[in-house]
């Protein structure tokens, strides 16, 4: 077992080669190829921008 996916939540993943350096790695549920790399969560992004009125530059700093 790998990483969760990102697309289903699985928990039942294997690793599937590399891409530019990077780990793959495939869902056995779903059968979705994702990277090894952290997401943003759209809603704490969208609060961050809503209730702090920063511009673009300032949300890529704090993320």
Known sequence: M???CVF??????????FNSGKQLY???TC???????QRID???LYSLYS???QSYS???EDI
């Open 8 to 17: 289903c939540g699985s928990p039942i993943t294997k690793k599937n080669g």
């Open 42 to 44: 759209l809603q704490e």
């Open 51 to 53: 209730s702090g009125k």
């Open 31 to 37: 059968g979705r190829q994702f990277l090894d790399t």
């Open 58 to 60: 300032q949300l890529a």
């Open 26 to 28: 495939k869902c056995h």
């Open 2 to 4: 790998g990483k969760k």
